[in-house]
């Protein structure tokens, strides 16, 4: 079992910047690739971002690719998500997720184990 708990979110106003950060107990977060999504009210939950197990490979949808980068530090059991030039329309409650696998994953059925998700709320 992996436990994933989010921070860092946050009230912002348009093309500030936030980190998020998950941090996971439980077990070791080095052999799972691990995913960030986003769910605004009434939409879907959505992919934001993921990372291969070792760091050594992301991947962005492309609401987000140039704007957020996210990286992780497998020594602490970390993994952020970096957003530079926030717009309104990334309003949602961002959750981290881990794939019992290498290579990470594109949908949400794809992770076994969530955080209970962060709000970032960006003002115009």
């Known amino acids: 079992q992996v436990q994933l708990v989010e921070s860092g979110g946050g009230l912002v106003q348009a093309g500030d910047s936030l980190r998020l950060s998950c941090l996971a107990s439980?077990?070791?977060?080095?052999?799972?690739?691990m995913g960030w999504f986003r769910q605004a009210p009434g939409k879907v939950r959505e992919f934001v971002g993921g990372i291969r197990h070792s760091g050594s490979g992301t991947h962005y949808a492309d609401s987000v690719t140039g704007r957020f980068t996210i990286s992780r530090d497998n020594a602490k059991n970390t993994v952020y998500l970096q957003m530079n030039s926030l717009k309104p329309e990334d309003t949602a409650v961002y959750y981290c997720?881990?794939?019992?696998?290498?290579?990470?994953?594109?949908?949400?059925?794809?992770?076994?184990?969530w955080g209970q998700g962060t709000q970032v709320t960006v003002s115009s």
């Open positions: 997720a881990a794939r019992p696998n290498y290579d990470l994953g594109y949908r949400v059925s794809d992770y076994s184990y």
């Open positions: 439980g077990r070791t977060l080095s052999a799972y690739a």
